[in-house]
């Protein structure tokens, strides 16, 4: 697996696990305890549950293009601005949880940022065998 399939792998699991699962299955008064966000109905969470999912489609197929040996460029690029943004607004909220995933999303930003300053050596192989 390259180091642009594990970074992607990360990336999807993470926005499944921390975004896509529980906006789309959560009730809506644990998204508003969650989030501080109140709203009249679960639309609005579930909404940025779907966008959410769009961007692991994204990411699915840049992961598939990446054990191909094809370099996902859009996927990269998405990620970067993604993630970057989010880290960017995160790190700026009040909450500290927030400071804590602003890292892990901005961890994920540089390292697609590397990924594409370097695209050859982001799709070989990290282990041999």
Do not use: C, D
Not at 61 to 81: K, R, Y
Not at 98 to 106: E, K, P
């Amino acid at each position: 697996m390259s180091a642009i399939s594990l970074i992607l792998t990360a990336k999807i699991m993470v926005t499944v696990v921390f975004v896509t699962g529980p906006f789309l299955l959560l009730p809506r008064h644990r998204l508003e305890t969650m989030t501080g966000v109140s709203a009249a109905s679960a639309v609005l969470f579930r909404l940025y549950g779907m966008a959410a999912t769009a961007l692991l489609v994204g990411y699915g197929v840049g992961l598939w293009q990446s054990m191909n040996a094809v370099f996902p460029w859009a996927a990269v690029l998405m990620g970067i601005v993604s993630n970057v943004g989010a880290a960017g607004i995160l790190a700026f909220a009040p909450a500290a949880s927030s400071r804590a995933f602003a890292t892990i999303f901005g961890t994920l930003g540089l390292l697609l940022v590397w990924a594409a300053l370097s695209p050859m050596a982001a799709i070989q192989p990290v282990l041999s065998g």
